[in-house]
């Protein structure tokens, strides 16, 4: 066999090759653009979440910049989506006074959420002499006197969406719910923690994702 032959049988290989990757990439293009299309006529909105109440158990400060807490809350979580489910791969709770965090975090378990569906958890949040800084230690005291604190709860982790069989990647997903919480009524003489009461709050959260 020549050697002209060779590159003749070489050059057709390589144009065969050619048009095969030309064509999955055309196919991977097409694929690409009918799933942007679908997404952005799906018109896909964040899960919404409300922060129903809390039943605090222990609240104290001592030291005084050591905080113990522990108190139960419960958020429900609705997914708008008619056509777009949600996956919560990770999804942390704690709560933080004046940005700083004064509890550990808790976790949610991994779970699915389908179309227009609601979720409610009741997750417990505490945190065991924990440190906070002077400042905030002294504020929380006097809020305690004054009968009432403004708590942060918040939650944090990541999502992924769901069209049809198609799975996205994970995004992270931040939840901020304000909770102001009447631990008592100075007026009264009761000021502080009056515990295993729930407090209805239907407060509605900020969601980043």
Known sequence: MSIKHCSHHEDKKKKILKRILAGFAILAVIVLIIFFITWAVLQP?????????????????????????????????????????????KLDTYATYHSQQITYFTAIQPVYQGHKDTNIWSPFVYGTNVPVAPYNGAALSQDQANGAI?????????????????????????????????FGNKNSGIAGVVTGVKYQLAQKCSVNV
């Open 45 to 89: 909105k964040k899960p919404r979440f409300v922060l129903q109440d809390a039943t605090i158990y222990t609240f104290n400060v001592s030291a005084p910049i050591l905080l113990s807490s522990n108190f139960q809350i419960t958020i429900a979580a609705r997914n708008p989506n008619a056509k777009i489910g949600i996956y919560y791969d």
């Open 150 to 182: 403004g708590l942060v709860i918040k939650m944090s982790g990541r999502v992924r969406w769901r069209v049809g069989s198609f799975i996205s990647g994970r995004y992270h997903i931040h939840v901020t719910c304000p909770a102001y919480i009447p």
